[in-house]
Every structure is written in C-alpha cells, then in structure tokens.
C-alpha cells in the first residue's frame, strides 16, 4: 500500500505540540505512584514519549522513534478493530487481589507479577492462588518475573506455581542463556516461556528467538521503535506474540492496540488493559477493558484533562530537556544509517521461529 513518508519533525515543532502530564495510579506499580509522559499532538494525531524515567537516553531513542511513528507515519491496514486484554495485577499483598481485579470487566486472562524484590515465593503463591480463585478454572494465569529469579529459583517457583494452571512464564531469568536453561528444564511440563526484555532491552531483539530460547515473544510497540519497526520484528522472528504496553496512557495504549491490530496471527490475549491501573488519563473516554477487550481507534486528546494533569515546571523542564538530548541521539543515528534510528529495514529473511522451537 502507498503511504506517504513524512520526514522527521524538527526539534521545535515537537516543543511546541508537547504537553507533559503526570498521571496519578490507583495501585502502586513498579515501585512508583505516579507516572510521566510527554503527549505529543502529531498530524496523524496524539501520541505518546514515555521512557521510564530511570532509562538511559540511548535507551530511550525508540521510544522517540516509537512516539514520532504513531503520531507523524500512517499505520498500516488494520485487521480487527477490538483486542482481547488480560488484567495485570501487581505484586500485591492477596487481600488486594480481587479490588484490582475488579479494575477489569470480563478479562479472561491475569497476569500476575512474581518474584518481585523483598518478597518471598510464599507471597507469590498466596497471590497467584487468590487470582486463581477470582478467576474460576476457566481462565488463563500467567506469570511476570521481570529477570528476577535465577535458573533454580525459576524451576523450584515454576513447580511450586504449576498447580494454578499456567499459560506461560514471562521472563522468569534475566539472561538469553539462563532463559535457554529454564525453557529445557520446564519444558516436559507444557508450560511455554515468553520473553520480553530479552526482547526490548537488548541490542539485537531477535536474538532470543534465533536461540531457541522462548515459545513466545512480548512485543511493545514504544520501545521497539513505533508500530512498523515492531511489526518487522514480528514478521522475523515468527513466533507467537503478546503485545503489551508500559504502563502508558491511553495514548500509547493506542499505538499498542493498532500495532496488534496489524498482527495477522494474534492468539494471546494483549497486556494493553493498563489504562485500568490510571486515576487519571489524558481523554475523556481511555482504553480501559470493556467484556475483556479494549477498542482499536485513536483517542481524543481532552485538552482540559491535559491542563490539570500537567507535571510540575520542575519536571515539565526535566522532561523538555530530556526530550531535546534524544531527539539529537535520533537524529545523528537517522543520517548515520539512513533511517529512523529504531526502524529496521525491510527484511529478505525467512521467519526464524520454526527453527527456533
Ligand atoms: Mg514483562
């Protein structure tokens, strides 16, 4: 399909279409109560610069590439228009678990975070056993240790945890290597290992699957680059995906929601419900599950919602300045390579995923 190829905004017009907005949660996540984006309004409409806060520059360049993307390229043809969501709940203490679920009418499916710092495997299994509960036998479990166990722990956690009917394990090691071991040792158990940092914190995205050493890959459209950079990532590294978001607004909710709907073969359901973890967004209707699934379109932005979730001067300087030294490390890799930096090329490779099972 024909698609006209705007070229990169400068660094003015983008200070310019730019609000920074602070987003209170309802549940602490990530260890944080609030979270920080830039909305960008972009011709294609608003989008969303949202590196974590801890991120290096050079780690947040995607996420510009990603946030440019959505708001300044067309996105490709859509093939759905509604996405099937899972609930996220955090590592809560089990006395929480069915008031954060509750966030989220009709989702099947519950990703519960394991193993996170300073607790135990007991706090894991009291918390996976009351999400099982909420849910019945019929619906989906699956698991986020974010890299935080080592081979061991994952194994002894993973067979402690089975009995709850897994669907997957995400990340349960931090290394390619270490996810190459667990996925052997827990492999005559059926229960498939996904990858997500091993994903989109690393140089090379398709390493992982090229090695053999996940059944599945979490794609995030941000920092992967924007939608048409993820998309070529899906296409080569064929295996099963879960798109998800970061903890974004309904903004960036979006440009996950379009990228999965650009997926032909989607068989997971999507981590894009965590709009539902916001006490505030930056549109009167955001993209919080309705009969599990959230919409496919593009919200609108409600400027007067923006205006009082504005950051602090502080941060809103923080930010603007932080926008400023990745827009340049943007810039010098484009005319180094020719192209937005997280922008792979059009690829003649085969998938790799079948190799790779
Ligand atoms: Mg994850």
Redesign the pocket.
């Given at each position: 399909m024909a698609q006209t190829h705007r070229p990169l905004p400068t660094l003015t017009e983008l200070l310019e279409l730019a609000s920074v907005v602070s987003l209170p949660l309802n549940t602490r996540f990530r260890g944080v109560d609030v979270r920080e984006a830039v909305i960008l309004r972009g011709p294609e409409g608003a989008t969303e610069f949202s590196p974590f806060i801890e991120y290096s520059d050079a780690e947040a360049v995607a996420w510009l590439a990603g946030a440019i993307d959505f708001g300044w390229q067309p996105t490709p043809d859509l093939l759905r228009d509604r996405i099937a969501v899972n609930a996220t709940l955090p590592a809560v203490g089990e006395s929480d678990v069915s008031a954060v679920l509750d966030r989220y009418p009709g989702c099947r499916t519950i990703?519960v975070k394991v193993a996170a710092r300073g607790q135990s495997l007991d706090d894991d299994i009291a918390r996976v056993r009351a999400a099982r509960e909420y849910l019945g036998s019929e619906g989906r479990i699956r698991l986020?240790a974010?890299g935080g166990w080592n081979v061991d722990e994952a194994e002894h956690a993973i067979h402690a945890l089975a009995e709850f009917d897994l669907e997957y394990v995400?990340?349960p090691c931090a290394s390619v290597d270490d996810l190459w071991e667990i996925r052997q040792r827990v492999k005559y158990m059926g229960i498939p290992v996904?990858a997500?940092?091993s994903v989109r914190k690393v140089d090379d995205p398709l390493d992982v699957a090229r090695r053999g050493a996940a059944d599945l890959l979490?794609i995030k459209a941000q920092p992967l680059g924007g939608i048409h950079s993820a998309l070529d990532i899906v296409r080569r590294a064929g295996l099963p995906v879960v798109v998800?978001s970061a903890l974004d607004t309904s903004i960036g909710i979006a440009m996950g929601a379009h990228l999965a709907a650009c997926i032909p073969n989607l068989e997971y359901d999507c981590?894009l419900a965590t709009a539902a973890l916001l006490a505030a967004d930056v549109t009167a209707e955001p993209l919080i599950p309705v009969n599990g699934s959230i919409a496919v379109v593009r919200p609108l932005l409600d400027e007067s919602l923006v205006q009082q979730q504005l950051a602090s001067d502080e941060r809103d300087v923080w930010w603007r300045e932080r926008l400023e030294r990745v827009y340049a490390l943007l810039v010098s890799s484009t005319e180094s390579t020719g192209r937005h930096a997280a922008t792979s090329s059009t690829s003649t490779l085969a998938p790799i995923g079948n190799a790779a099972t």
């Amino acid at each position: 399909m024909a698609q006209t190829h705007r070229p990169l905004p400068t660094l003015t017009e983008l200070l310019e279409l730019a609000s920074v907005v602070s987003l209170p949660l309802n549940t602490r996540f990530r260890g944080v109560d609030v979270r920080e984006a830039v909305i960008l309004r972009g011709p294609e409409g608003a989008t969303e610069f949202s590196p974590f806060i801890e991120y290096s520059d050079a780690e947040a360049v995607a996420w510009l590439a990603g946030a440019i993307d959505f708001g300044w390229q067309p996105t490709p043809d859509l093939l759905r228009d509604r996405i099937a969501v899972n609930a996220t709940l955090p590592a809560v203490g089990e006395s929480d678990v069915s008031a954060v679920l509750d966030r989220y009418p009709g989702c099947r499916t519950i990703k519960v975070k394991v193993a996170a710092r300073g607790q135990s495997l007991d706090d894991d299994i009291a918390r996976v056993r009351a999400a099982r509960e909420y849910l019945g036998s019929e619906g989906r479990i699956r698991l986020d240790a974010n890299g935080g166990w080592n081979v061991d722990e994952a194994e002894h956690a993973i067979h402690a945890l089975a009995e709850f009917d897994l669907e997957y394990v995400e990340q349960p090691c931090a290394s390619v290597d270490d996810l190459w071991e667990i996925r052997q040792r827990v492999k005559y158990m059926g229960i498939p290992v996904a990858a997500d940092e091993s994903v989109r914190k690393v140089d090379d995205p398709l390493d992982v699957a090229r090695r053999g050493a996940a059944d599945l890959l979490v794609i995030k459209a941000q920092p992967l680059g924007g939608i048409h950079s993820a998309l070529d990532i899906v296409r080569r590294a064929g295996l099963p995906v879960v798109v998800s978001s970061a903890l974004d607004t309904s903004i960036g909710i979006a440009m996950g929601a379009h990228l999965a709907a650009c997926i032909p073969n989607l068989e997971y359901d999507c981590g894009l419900a965590t709009a539902a973890l916001l006490a505030a967004d930056v549109t009167a209707e955001p993209l919080i599950p309705v009969n599990g699934s959230i919409a496919v379109v593009r919200p609108l932005l409600d400027e007067s919602l923006v205006q009082q979730q504005l950051a602090s001067d502080e941060r809103d300087v923080w930010w603007r300045e932080r926008l400023e030294r990745v827009y340049a490390l943007l810039v010098s890799s484009t005319e180094s390579t020719g192209r937005h930096a997280a922008t792979s090329s059009t690829s003649t490779l085969a998938p790799i995923g079948n190799a790779a099972t």
